[in-house]
């Protein structure tokens, strides 16, 4: 018995380090950005938008939330992922290891944009107005 209840805790572990992004699956449309350092231009610029009030209700608006990873360390929503976490997102994107970009991932688990340092926020909150799935929203 005790060999099952070690079993079951080491099941229940590894369910909450899997691939964050399978959470958010039908719920949210993640944006992810990845950077180099903590100084990158484009994260910079995003964080600047999503602090502008128009900008941030119309992240919300669209059910988004917010991956970063700077190096090797990610966050959600600014909350810290583990190590763990943070690897399976970066397997899950299959983005190489071109720094900086932005992924957006559809509700649908699907990989919507993949950009690079010019990407911009406007244009992504475009790119998903024109989403059936938000238009049926």
């Known amino acids: 018995i005790p060999l099952r209840l070690v079993g079951s805790e ?4 590894d369910r909450a380090s899997d691939d964050p992004l399978q959470a958010e699956r039908w719920k949210t449309r993640p944006l992810i950005v990845l950077a180099a350092s903590a100084d990158d231009p484009l994260l910079a610029r995003v964080q600047a938008a999503l602090q502008e009030p128009a900008s941030r ?3 919300v608006e669209r059910d988004m939330v917010l991956y970063t990873v700077i190096g090797q360390q990610g966050q959600r929503n600014g909350q810290p992922l583990d190590a763990i976490a943070t690897k399976r997102l970066l ?11 932005v992924i957006l ?9 993949q950009q690079g340092a010019d990407a911009d926020l406007q244009a992504i ?4 107005d024109r ?3 938000r238009q049926n929203e």
Do not use: H, S, Y
């Open 10 to 13: 080491m099941c229940i572990r």
């Open 57 to 59: 209700e119309a992240f």
């Open 91 to 101: 397997l899950a994107l299959d983005a190489g290891n071109a720094r900086p970009q």
């Open 105 to 113: 991932v559809g509700k649908d688990g699907g990989k919507k944009i």
């Open 125 to 128: 909150f475009q790119t998903i």
């Open 131 to 133: 989403m059936p799935m």
